[in-house]
């Protein structure tokens, strides 16, 4: 589990920092904080854009599930506390 979590977290980090140096070397100080709308689609690449939505899709695809991770295991941790049967006193 940690092995798929550090892979996880690695690829999304160089994909987040493979899209912001992207765009920001090719939009420079000019851009929003969003640089996907300040792209030309008719200035650009066919191939080009492509690569950059779907890297930003693989990396939003791998981090949204992650985000919930936490809460998932705390919700659950309580719900456990709660419903345990107590022992008796001896």
């Known amino acids: 589990m940690a092995v798929a979590t550090a892979v996880s977290l690695s690829f999304c980090t160089l994909s987040y920092l493979l899209i912001g140096i992207l765009g920001y070397y090719y939009v420079g100080e000019t851009v929003g904080a969003n640089f996907l709308n300040f792209l030309p689609y008719d200035k650009l690449s066919k191939p080009f854009y ?3 939505k779907a890297s930003l899709l693989v ?3 791998f981090t949204f599930p992650m985000l919930f991770f936490g809460g998932r295991n705390n919700t659950i941790s309580i719900i456990q506390l709660l419903t345990r049967k107590s ?3 001896r």
């Open 50 to 52: 492509f690569t950059i």
């Open 87 to 89: 022992k008796p006193l």
């Open 59 to 61: 990396s939003v695809f």
